[in-house]
């Protein structure tokens, strides 16, 4: 197949050309309209390396009421996603290889993009022993979580980084002291204090990345650190790279689109966890993606069924379905609006250095590369209309939120599996 005339996405720089892809490789880049055969016309059009979402929760099994496998990887594909990682926090939990197992073989049979498990650092995620880490490995898992709660007991944490690292595998950290955040629903602060709804401080995120540093800095061992809020967090996470310490981070568009200011409408698609932020915040996790301290952008997809987010804020579920908005949001803020990032570098954080983390195959654009590529007109503005997602989660803090970038093509492995018309 063909793909001639776009501006395409290197790690260098953005070039117009065509691409050829054969096999599920990229198997040709010519200079732009020398390529002949069949294929798509896409002059006008930038083509980034297929996206990868390391954050993400598609519920199944256990939860198909709020996502199924084929439904998350729809609202994938149709966000421009070509790979994603899928949390543990499933029932049964991701804590063995008949799981993962599982999960990978129901992607083969309904997915439209790769679907890679991310297992449990404990048995069913209640924090006193080890998972089957090596079993996990076997069969497919390529990253360790505990992602909706931390590990409390630091000595099994530094177990499991141990074990984890035998097996060549990463541990991903919600950083999160749930002594602090018990009870509490949104960031504490000015709006907090105008709502009357409680609030957590930033000590909550912060005491747990500390943690993870700490252990990682001791062991000699990486460390991931998930969905980065604060600007404290920001602030520990440069520091510890600056004296040598293997540690990798993402952020969500929510952090550094929304501030806390939006809780006061009460509308439960604001509520999320880590909770939104103050201004401060959301700066600091700008210029943490901008000088390199924070490498990822995940949606942390979550989402939910009606029943769960139409009640009262104290009630409602933590969560936003993010996979549809996530690059749109990205460009929009990082790019376009701001200039923080440069396309090669928005493509970093959204593809090569996920890709990069959790060891998968992809992020780039070359010859020999998966032909995973994402197709976007960057130009055209849309607003954001959740009753339009194929996401069985509607639940979006940003709706009627216009935007720029829609994705008109997701290519997986040479096969095109979204198309917009």
Not at 93 to 121: F, L, M, Q, S, W
Not at 193 to 210: C, M, N, Q, V
Not at 225 to 254: D, F, M, N, W
């Amino acid at each position: 197949m063909i793909f001639r005339g776009a501006d395409v996405v290197f790690r260098d720089g953005v070039r117009q050309c065509d691409l050829r892809t054969e096999n599920g490789k990229i198997a040709e880049i010519a200079p732009a309209g020398t390529l002949e055969g069949e294929g798509w016309d896409l002059a006008g059009r930038t083509v980034f390396p297929g996206l990868i979402d390391m954050h993400v929760h598609l519920r199944e099994p256990g939860f198909e009421k709020k996502e199924t496998i084929e439904t998350g990887t729809m609202s994938a594909v149709k966000g421009g996603f070509t790979q994603i990682c899928c949390m543990p926090n499933t029932k049964p939990v991701v804590d063995n290889k008949v799981v993962v197992t599982y999960i990978k073989a129901r992607a083969k049979e309904v997915g439209h993009c790769k679907v890679h498990p991310i297992g449990a650092i404990t048995e069913g995620q209640r924090g006193e022993t080890l998972a089957a880490i090596g079993g996990m490995k076997a069969a497919g898992a390529v990253a360790l979580s505990e992602d909706g709660k931390s590990v409390r007991n630091a000595s099994l944490m530094a177990s499991a980084m141990l074990y984890a690292a035998d097996f060549g595998l990463k541990c991903l950290c919600h950083c999160e002291d749930a002594s602090l955040t018990e009870g509490k629903v949104v960031h504490e602060g000015y709006y907090s204090t105008r709502t009357g709804l409680k609030g957590s401080i930033r000590a909550a995120e912060d005491i747990l990345i500390a943690r993870e540093l700490c252990l990682a800095e001791s062991l000699g061992l990486p460390v991931h650190i998930c969905h980065v809020s604060t600007y404290s967090g920001v602030q520990l996470i440069r520091e510890a790279k600056a004296r040598g310490v293997q540690v990798t981070a993402e952020t969500c568009p929510h952090y550094f689109t929304l501030t806390d200011e939006a809780i006061q409408d009460f509308d439960p698609d604001t509520k999320v966890n880590p909770p939104l932020r103050e201004e401060r915040d959301r700066l600091a996790v700008e210029q943490g993606l901008k000088d390199g301290t924070l490498d990822c952008i995940a949606s942390d997809h979550a989402p939910h069924h009606e029943d769960d987010k139409n009640v009262e804020y104290d009630l409602a579920a933590f969560g936003i379905s993010g996979l549809e908005t996530s690059f749109a949001l990205s460009y929009t803020e990082l790019v376009k609006k701001t200039g923080l990032l440069t396309l090669p570098a928005l493509a970093a954080k959204m593809s090569a250095n996920p890709a990069k983390i959790v060891g998968l195959a992809g992020g780039e654009i070359a010859v020999g590369a998966p032909a995973d590529l994402t197709v976007v007109d960057l130009g055209e503005k849309w607003t954001v209309n959740p009753a339009k997602f194929v996401s069985k989660g509607k639940n979006t803090p940003f709706k009627g939120m216009e935007v720029y970038g829609r994705v008109k093509m997701t290519v997986v492995d040479g096969e095109i599996k979204y198309r917009e018309d």
